[in-house]
Nanobody
Framework: QVVVTESGGGSVQAGGSLRLSCVVS????????MGWFRQAPGKEREFVAA????????YYADSVMDRFAISRDNSKNTAYLQMNSLTPADTAVYYC???????????????????????WGQGTQVTVSS
């Protein structure tokens, strides 16, 4: 059983920054695509960003392009989401996902979901005030 744990959420003012971390309890993480989704109150969970198993391929939702940056460190079994220029529209619970059946995560940016074999974290709250 793969366990995914997010951290780094919190409350910031508009224009501020946060860095989310996602640790995965899997020794062979390099075969996994990893990504971030978010869910605001009353809305469906939506794709934010994904990074391929090598860390070379990055994918972003249009709404966060040029403001957010996803990265990963396979030696630490960790993925990161650096969020800059935050706005109240970014307020949501952010979920990390690790998918051993998808090495790239590019499908997620086109509306597909991670496979049923993917592991999700419990989520971390991000609140941006105006």
């Amino acid at each position: 059983q793969v366990v995914v744990t997010e951290s780094g959420g919190g409350s910031v003012q508009a224009g501020g920054s946060l860095r989310l971390s996602c640790v995965v309890s899997e020794y062979d993480l390099k075969t996994f695509a990893m990504g971030w989704f978010r869910q605001a109150p009353g809305k469906e969970r939506e794709f934010v960003a994904a990074v391929s198993w090598t860390g070379m391929n990055l994918y972003y939702a249009d709404s966060v392009m040029d403001r957010f940056a996803i990265s990963r460190d396979n030696s630490k079994n960790t993925a990161y989401l650096q969020m800059n220029s935050l706005t109240p529209a970014d307020t949501a619970v952010y979920y990390c996902v690790a998918d051993p059946f998808d090495r790239y995560g590019n499908r997620w940016s086109r509306g597909d979901r991670p496979t049923t074999g993917a592991s999700w974290g419990q989520g971390t709250q991000v609140t941006v005030s105006s």
